[in-house]
């Protein structure tokens, strides 16, 4: 489960990641730079009504343009976390019920932490910080379940 | 010692075939993820800290070109700012890739047991990806150079393109193993990762390393809950203020908050730097010990270079947090830190180097 989980999951922030550099990245970047420049340029010519609104929208695209890099480098790494503890979780020394739980924890958590982060870009409300706190604390703490389990096993 | 040496040519004679898949992606991971992190240490070294207080100035005669009412010098100012932040980008982004490709690579080492193919399949997807995986951040590298002077768009230069392509290449190494993957499961049980061999140093390296993606889990989770936002009003506010006070031809003030500015560029810049560099080599520690029974090196040695992989590991994260209370002094620790962990990979791979050819003679 963690081994083909996480490669989907890898694949998944890859493909996205491209997605994201060929169609949207150099345009994000643009509009932090030119909506920076725009507003330095009106308070020069003392529009500060306009020098507002384009700083403005340039926090609003650093905002965007910050998760969703995050989110492609979550979704990756966190693949690869999966993976790698999928190959040695028969060294996690807990019961088999445990062991599926804390699996389950991880993929549900690593899947679902990148998303909330992603949604904040859409809906600046509570639901997508809620979803998101949700899956990095399923993680932080099956991992913690996993440490337990690696330090108890003996050899 | 002796006793080590002796284990140690056991296990590789029940390990890695001379030249096939698993060793290209061992030896490629380890070699993108050291290429990385010398580019990343010759890169803080020499280019991150220049270019920050370059930055510094641009904005300093933006805010003087405001105060002076000339907006085509603010676009001057900020086109400049612009060349310099893309030098800075990509650099990160090519180090970060070399470096998680190098994970990736390891990460495909570890599976192939698991992906049912022909060893020849095999062995050409790990050339399809390797190549992928060194063409992305190379032609990264060379975004600010190439530019888009003879790119297809206005925006989009061939380098860009290339690395793209670099990209899609490892997407498509990464799709072709998933039906191997598949058909095994259905198949018998997989052999455990690593001929099932297990040692003390792999043992260390399988703790150390979920201990430190633990405290880098940590560690952001409390970032992104108590300094995230507030780091992101405040570079907005200081911005706002930058500007009102420029208007105001008031610079004393302006010149404070460019200062300012540059001190949360520094404090946001140290604590990703602190978190991403914790987990992965975390990550890597997990890695590493996979493929420590490849590492044909007497379990003395691999004791020492899996205690400085880790000491090193521990320490770079750590200094480059203290870097804004220590400063240079830290930066160096830092450096130093990472120094160890590029030096006990560099031991690693040449146990692996070692196994290959004692594999070969033996096969001659």
């Given at each position: 489960m963690l081994v083909i989980g996480g490669l989907l999951l890898s694949i998944w922030g890859m493909s996205y990641g491209l997605y994201y550099a060929l169609l949207i990245e150099h345009q994000t970047l643009e509009t932090i730079g030119s909506s920076l420049a725009t507003s330095f340029a009106s308070a020069s010519q003392r529009k500060m009504d306009a020098s507002r609104v384009n700083l403005e929208s340039y926090a609003l695209a650093c905002f965007d343009y910050a998760r969703q890099v995050d989110v492609h480098s979550h979704w990756i790494g966190l693949g690869i976390l999966l993976v790698s503890l999928g190959v040695i979780f028969n060294r996690v020394s807990f019961g088999e019920r445990l062991r599926f739980l804390l699996a389950l924890a991880l993929l549900i958590g690593s899947a679902v932490f990148p998303l909330g982060v992603m949604w904040q870009t859409m809906d600046r409300g509570p639901g997508p910080r809620v979803l998101a706190s949700v899956g990095a604390a399923l993680v932080t703490s099956a991992l913690a379940g996993v440490a337990i389990g690696f330090v108890r096993a003996r050899e | 010692m002796q006793a080590g040496?002796?284990?140690?040519?056991?296990?590789?004679?029940?390990?890695?075939?001379?030249?096939?898949?698993?060793?290209?992606?061992?030896?490629?991971?380890?070699?993108?993820?050291?290429?990385?992190?010398?580019?990343?240490?010759?890169?803080?070294?020499?280019?991150?800290?220049?270019?920050?207080?370059?930055?510094?100035?641009?904005?300093?005669?933006?805010?003087g070109a405001v105060a002076a009412q000339d907006p085509s010098e603010v676009f001057n100012r900020f086109a400049a700012i612009g060349g310099l932040l893309e030098n800075r980008g990509t650099k990160v982004d090519a180090h970060v890739h070399a470096i998680n490709f190098g994970y990736l690579a390891l990460l495909f080492a570890l599976i192939q047991p698991y992906v049912a193919m022909a060893s020849r399949a095999r062995k050409q997807i790990a050339l399809v990806f390797l190549t992928g995986a060194v063409m992305l951040p190379v032609s990264v590298f060379l975004i600010h150079y190439v530019g888009t002077k003879y790119g297809p768009t206005e925006i989009l230069g061939w380098a860009s393109i290339a690395a793209d392509f670099g990209g899609l290449l490892v997407i498509i190494a990464a799709l072709s193993l998933l039906p191997g993957l598949l058909r095994h499961l259905r198949g018998p049980k997989p052999i455990e990762a690593g001929g099932g061999k297990r040692r003390d140093g792999s043992r260390v390296l399988l703790a150390g390393g979920t201990l430190l993606i633990l405290a880098g889990f940590l560690h952001g989770a409390y970032y992104a809950a108590f300094n995230l936002a507030d780091h992101e009003e405040k570079d907005a506010a200081i911005l706002r203020s930058i500007i009102d006070n420029s208007a105001a031809e008031n610079m004393a003030a302006a010149t404070r908050e460019v200062r300012n500015y540059g001190a949360l560029a520094g404090e946001k810049a140290v604590n990703i730097a602190a978190h991403s560099h914790i987990i992965e080599f975390g990550l890597l520690a997990i890695l590493l010990a996979f493929i420590q029974p490849n590492v044909r090196l007497s379990e003395g040695w691999r004791r020492w270079w899996t205690g400085v992989f880790l000491a090193g590991s521990a320490i770079l994260p750590v200094f480059v947090l203290l870097e804004l209370r220590l400063g240079t002094v830290a930066s160096i620790i830092a450096d130093c830190g990472g120094a160890l962990v590029i030096t006990a990979l560099g031991a690693m791979l040449v146990g692996v180097l070692r196994q290959g050819v004692s594999r070969g003679v033996k096969a001659r």
């Open positions: - | 040496n002796q284990t140690s040519r056991r296990d590789a004679e029940t390990s890695l075939p001379p030249r096939g898949a698993e060793r290209l992606y061992i030896i490629g991971g380890i070699l993108l993820i050291a290429c990385g992190m010398i580019f990343g240490d010759l890169f803080a070294v020499f280019t991150l800290h220049q270019n920050a207080g370059r930055i510094e100035a641009e904005m300093l005669s933006a805010a």
